[in-house]
């Protein structure tokens, strides 16, 4: 099993309706991020979590909010989803040593029509 | 203001050759970390190499060295002996020393390889 686990793998929706991507994992991290990758711009930081009580805004938080239900789940929500926000999300998770890298699911493909 | 700067788009590169991608970064901070992640067509992110701002060697991992020149601020990934499983999408990325910034990665626009035969 995938150590981080994002789900649904695949979406496809139309403008204005309300959208929850999950994330699972199982590598005991408490350092939990949520990306979304465009074409021409790499990944940016959507919200991040230190830890359970921990939540902070990212580059591009607006449009967006989450929920960490427990140390192992991260939720990322578009209440009201536009076409814009399509794009590849991606989950990560890391250690708090500063070498460790981030270990990221296998991304969530979002289409909002 | 972009904090990773990847200059090369995208470049072809022959199977067997060494390739180098390019990487600059822009802190104000002394203890910083830089990483290079692979993206194949299947979509997935996965980590490459490490170098730490302090790390007196330049960082090797297999066929994967990075070339850090600290006065310069550049952390070159260099792959050696390219192979056709190496085409793909490599991003670098810096994560800053400052405590508010700790734990973020800010990633570079990327770079697209294509190893041909």
């Known amino acids: 099993d995938a150590d981080v686990t994002q789900t649904p793998r695949n979406r496809i929706t139309k403008t204005g309706k309300r959208i929850m991507l999950e994330c699972s994992q199982t590598?005991?991290?408490?350092?939990m991020y949520w990306y979304r990758q465009d074409p021409g711009l790499g990944l940016r930081l959507i919200y991040y979590?230190?830890?359970?009580?921990?939540?902070n805004k990212g580059e591009i938080s607006d449009g967006y909010s989450v929920s960490r239900q427990a140390q192992a789940k991260f939720s990322l929500s578009l209440e009201s989803a536009i076409p814009n926000q399509t794009a590849l999300y991606f989950c990560?998770?890391?250690?708090?040593?500063?070498?460790?890298?981030?270990?990221f699911g296998d991304g969530t493909r979002l289409s909002i029509l | 203001a972009q904090k990773i700067t990847q200059t090369q788009p995208g470049m072809f590169v022959q199977e067997k050759e060494a390739v180098t991608l390019d990487c600059t970064y822009d802190?104000?901070?002394?203890?910083?970390?830089l990483f290079w992640y692979k993206q194949p067509s299947s979509g997935e992110m996965i980590f490459l190499i490490y170098?730490?701002?302090?790390?007196?060697q330049n960082a090797t991992e297999g066929r994967y060295s990075l070339n850090f020149q600290k006065a310069r601020k550049s952390a070159n990934l260099v792959i050696s002996a390219s192979q056709l499983g190496d085409s793909a999408m490599y991003f670098c990325?810096?994560?800053?020393?400052?405590?508010?910034?700790?734990?973020?990665?800010?990633f570079g626009a990327g770079t697209q390889v294509v190893v041909t035969p």
């Open positions: 979590s230190f830890d359970v009580k921990d939540i």
């Open positions: 990560a998770t890391s250690d708090f040593e500063g070498n460790q890298p981030q270990h």
């Open positions: 802190t104000s901070d002394q203890s910083y970390g």
């Open positions: 170098q730490g701002s302090y790390d007196e």
């Open positions: 990325a810096m994560r800053e020393g400052r405590t508010d910034s700790w734990g973020k990665l800010q």
């Open positions: 590598k005991g991290h408490d350092r």
